[in-house]
Protein backbone atom coordinates (compact mmCIF):
# COMPACT_ATOMS: atom_id res chain seq x y z
CA UNK A 1 0.00 0.00 0.00
CA UNK A 2 2.88 2.51 0.65
CA UNK A 3 3.92 2.62 -2.96
CA UNK A 4 0.17 3.21 -4.01
CA UNK A 5 -0.12 6.16 -1.43
CA UNK A 6 3.03 7.74 -2.33
CA UNK A 7 2.05 7.65 -6.04
CA UNK A 8 -1.72 9.01 -5.65
CA UNK A 9 -0.51 11.26 -2.78
CA UNK A 10 -2.54 14.66 -2.76
CA UNK A 11 0.65 16.44 -3.81
CA UNK A 12 1.60 14.27 -6.87
CA UNK A 13 -1.87 14.27 -7.96
CA UNK A 14 -0.79 18.07 -9.35
CA UNK A 15 1.05 16.84 -11.55
CA UNK A 16 -2.02 14.94 -13.36
CA UNK A 17 -4.36 18.16 -13.00
CA UNK A 18 -1.72 19.90 -14.86
CA UNK A 19 -1.09 17.08 -18.03
CA UNK A 20 -4.98 17.48 -18.11
CA UNK A 21 -4.49 20.85 -18.35
CA UNK A 22 -1.94 21.05 -21.13
CA UNK A 23 -4.27 18.64 -22.96
CA UNK A 24 -7.65 20.08 -22.80
CA UNK A 25 -5.77 23.57 -23.81
CA UNK A 26 -4.69 21.71 -27.00
CA UNK A 27 -8.24 20.64 -27.65
CA UNK A 28 -8.74 24.40 -27.24
CA UNK A 29 -6.28 25.61 -29.37
CA UNK A 30 -6.98 22.96 -32.49
CA UNK A 31 -11.13 23.49 -31.76
CA UNK A 32 -10.07 27.61 -32.51
CA UNK A 33 -7.57 26.95 -35.03
CA UNK A 34 -10.04 24.16 -37.07
CA UNK A 35 -13.44 27.12 -36.70
CA UNK A 36 -10.52 29.60 -38.08
CA UNK A 37 -9.79 27.99 -41.45
CA UNK A 38 -13.59 26.88 -41.64
CA UNK A 39 -14.67 30.19 -42.08
CA UNK A 40 -11.21 32.14 -43.04
CA UNK A 41 -10.93 35.09 -43.58
CA UNK A 42 -14.10 35.74 -41.44
CA UNK A 43 -12.59 33.93 -38.30
CA UNK A 44 -9.61 36.08 -38.12
CA UNK A 45 -10.25 37.25 -35.26
CA UNK A 46 -9.80 34.08 -33.69
CA UNK A 47 -5.88 34.14 -34.06
CA UNK A 48 -5.77 36.26 -30.45
CA UNK A 49 -7.59 33.63 -29.01
CA UNK A 50 -5.29 30.84 -30.15
CA UNK A 51 -2.51 33.27 -28.97
CA UNK A 52 -3.90 33.31 -25.36
CA UNK A 53 -4.18 29.36 -25.57
CA UNK A 54 -0.23 29.15 -26.21
CA UNK A 55 0.56 31.56 -23.42
CA UNK A 56 -1.59 29.28 -21.36
CA UNK A 57 0.34 26.37 -22.49
CA UNK A 58 3.48 28.02 -21.51
CA UNK A 59 2.16 28.68 -18.13
CA UNK A 60 1.01 25.07 -17.46
CA UNK A 61 4.65 24.06 -18.86
CA UNK A 62 6.60 26.48 -16.32
CA UNK A 63 4.70 25.29 -13.50
CA UNK A 64 4.70 21.66 -13.95
CA UNK A 65 8.80 22.59 -14.35
CA UNK A 66 8.85 24.52 -10.75
CA UNK A 67 6.79 21.38 -9.31
CA UNK A 68 9.14 19.42 -10.48
CA UNK A 69 12.33 20.98 -8.89
CA UNK A 70 10.46 21.42 -5.46
CA UNK A 71 8.29 18.21 -5.12
CA UNK A 72 9.87 15.80 -3.09
CA UNK A 73 8.20 12.97 -5.02
CA UNK A 74 7.16 12.90 -8.32
CA UNK A 75 4.38 9.72 -9.61
CA UNK A 76 6.52 9.20 -12.73
CA UNK A 77 10.26 9.90 -13.42
CA UNK A 78 10.73 13.44 -13.41
CA UNK A 79 11.96 13.32 -16.93
CA UNK A 80 8.92 11.69 -18.23
CA UNK A 81 7.53 14.42 -16.64
CA UNK A 82 9.21 16.60 -18.52
CA UNK A 83 9.11 15.04 -21.69
CA UNK A 84 5.26 14.99 -21.52
CA UNK A 85 4.77 18.38 -20.51
CA UNK A 86 7.44 20.00 -23.36
CA UNK A 87 5.45 17.70 -26.02
CA UNK A 88 1.70 18.87 -25.30
CA UNK A 89 3.62 22.50 -24.99
CA UNK A 90 4.73 22.08 -28.71
CA UNK A 91 1.23 20.68 -29.81
CA UNK A 92 0.02 24.52 -29.16
CA UNK A 93 2.93 25.78 -29.80
CA UNK A 94 2.90 24.88 -33.51
CA UNK A 95 -0.93 25.20 -33.94
CA UNK A 96 -0.52 29.01 -33.38
CA UNK A 97 2.35 28.85 -35.57
CA UNK A 98 0.13 27.96 -38.39
CA UNK A 99 -2.65 30.02 -37.40
CA UNK A 100 -0.31 33.09 -37.64
CA UNK A 101 0.67 31.78 -41.50
CA UNK A 102 -2.89 32.86 -42.31
CA UNK A 103 -2.33 36.16 -41.13
CA UNK A 104 1.27 36.56 -42.24
CA UNK A 105 0.94 35.28 -46.08
CA UNK A 106 -2.27 37.10 -46.24
CA UNK A 107 -3.82 33.70 -47.38
CA UNK A 108 -7.16 34.78 -49.07
CA UNK A 109 -9.09 31.08 -48.49
CA UNK A 110 -7.76 28.02 -47.05
CA UNK A 111 -7.27 24.82 -49.42
CA UNK A 112 -9.78 21.97 -48.71
CA UNK A 113 -7.11 20.14 -47.67
CA UNK A 114 -5.70 22.30 -44.58
CA UNK A 115 -9.16 22.14 -43.20
CA UNK A 116 -9.05 18.50 -43.04
CA UNK A 117 -5.53 18.33 -41.60
CA UNK A 118 -6.94 20.70 -38.89
CA UNK A 119 -9.86 18.32 -38.20
CA UNK A 120 -7.66 15.67 -38.02
CA UNK A 121 -5.29 17.76 -35.21
CA UNK A 122 -8.93 18.00 -33.62
CA UNK A 123 -9.60 14.70 -33.30
CA UNK A 124 -5.81 13.76 -32.33
CA UNK A 125 -6.05 16.39 -29.94
CA UNK A 126 -8.95 14.84 -28.26
CA UNK A 127 -7.71 11.29 -28.41
CA UNK A 128 -4.69 12.50 -26.32
CA UNK A 129 -7.13 15.05 -23.64
CA UNK A 130 -9.32 11.63 -23.41
CA UNK A 131 -6.42 8.97 -22.27
CA UNK A 132 -4.57 11.91 -19.77
CA UNK A 133 -7.08 10.98 -16.86
CA UNK A 134 -6.56 7.20 -17.56
CA UNK A 135 -2.40 7.64 -16.31
CA UNK A 136 -3.58 8.80 -12.77
CA UNK A 137 -4.28 5.08 -12.20
CA UNK A 138 -1.94 3.79 -15.22
CA UNK A 139 -4.76 2.64 -17.33
CA UNK A 140 -4.96 1.01 -20.54
CA UNK A 141 -4.31 4.06 -23.08
CA UNK A 142 -3.87 1.69 -25.89
CA UNK A 143 -7.33 2.56 -27.90
CA UNK A 144 -6.25 6.25 -27.39
CA UNK A 145 -3.08 6.09 -28.75
CA UNK A 146 -3.13 3.70 -31.38
CA UNK A 147 -6.17 6.46 -33.09
CA UNK A 148 -3.58 8.84 -32.41
CA UNK A 149 -1.14 7.32 -34.81
CA UNK A 150 -3.97 6.33 -37.30
CA UNK A 151 -4.72 10.18 -37.25
CA UNK A 152 -0.95 10.58 -38.31
CA UNK A 153 -0.73 8.45 -41.00
CA UNK A 154 -3.99 10.09 -42.55
CA UNK A 155 -2.45 13.29 -42.15
CA UNK A 156 0.45 12.54 -43.70
CA UNK A 157 -1.12 11.03 -46.90
CA UNK A 158 -3.41 14.46 -47.12
CA UNK A 159 -0.41 16.82 -46.48
CA UNK A 160 1.67 14.74 -49.43
CA UNK A 161 -1.48 14.74 -51.67
CA UNK A 162 -2.23 18.53 -51.15
CA UNK A 163 1.70 19.44 -51.64
CA UNK A 164 1.62 17.58 -55.09
CA UNK A 165 -1.71 19.21 -55.91
CA UNK A 166 0.30 22.71 -55.85
CA UNK A 167 2.13 21.45 -59.10
CA UNK A 168 -0.74 20.96 -60.73
CA UNK A 169 -2.20 23.88 -62.88
CA UNK A 170 0.38 26.51 -62.92
CA UNK A 171 0.22 28.12 -59.72
CA UNK A 172 2.12 31.08 -58.59
CA UNK A 173 5.65 29.68 -57.01
CA UNK A 174 5.29 32.16 -53.78
CA UNK A 175 1.38 30.93 -53.66
CA UNK A 176 2.77 27.52 -53.81
CA UNK A 177 5.75 28.53 -50.78
CA UNK A 178 3.68 29.55 -48.93
CA UNK A 179 1.33 26.90 -48.87
CA UNK A 180 3.91 24.55 -48.36
CA UNK A 181 4.52 26.47 -45.22
CA UNK A 182 1.00 26.02 -44.19
CA UNK A 183 1.00 22.51 -44.73
CA UNK A 184 4.21 21.55 -43.18
CA UNK A 185 3.12 23.37 -40.32
CA UNK A 186 -0.10 21.44 -40.05
CA UNK A 187 1.54 18.54 -40.42
CA UNK A 188 4.29 19.02 -37.72
CA UNK A 189 1.41 19.55 -35.38
CA UNK A 190 -0.20 16.47 -35.96
CA UNK A 191 3.00 14.44 -35.61
CA UNK A 192 3.89 16.53 -32.17
CA UNK A 193 0.62 14.77 -31.04
CA UNK A 194 1.77 11.34 -31.80
CA UNK A 195 4.99 12.40 -30.11
CA UNK A 196 2.97 12.59 -26.82
CA UNK A 197 0.97 9.60 -27.60
CA UNK A 198 4.28 7.87 -27.79
CA UNK A 199 5.77 9.57 -24.45
CA UNK A 200 2.08 8.19 -22.68
CA UNK A 201 3.25 4.35 -23.97
CA UNK A 202 6.22 4.64 -22.96
CA UNK A 203 5.16 5.89 -19.18
CA UNK A 204 2.85 3.22 -19.25
CA UNK A 205 4.83 0.50 -19.90
CA UNK A 206 7.26 1.41 -16.93
CA UNK A 207 4.16 1.25 -14.65
CA UNK A 208 2.43 -1.76 -15.74
Known amino acids: MARFSS ?6 RAFFDLFEEAAGNAVRAA ?14 GLLRE ?24 T ?17 VDLTEEVADMFGLYR ?12 DILLQACRQLAAAMPRLREFRDISHFTVEVNRLENDGDRISRDAVASLFDGG ?14 GL ?7 EHVAN ?9 T
Open 187 to 193: EAAIDAT
Open 7 to 12: IFGSKD
Open 107 to 118: IEAPMEQAQQLA
Open 75 to 91: PIDGKDILGLASALDDV
Open 171 to 184: VDPMVVIRWKDIFA
Open 31 to 44: DLLEQMLRDWPDTR
Open 50 to 73: IVACEHDGDRITHEIIRRIHTASA
Open 199 to 207: LLEGVMIKH
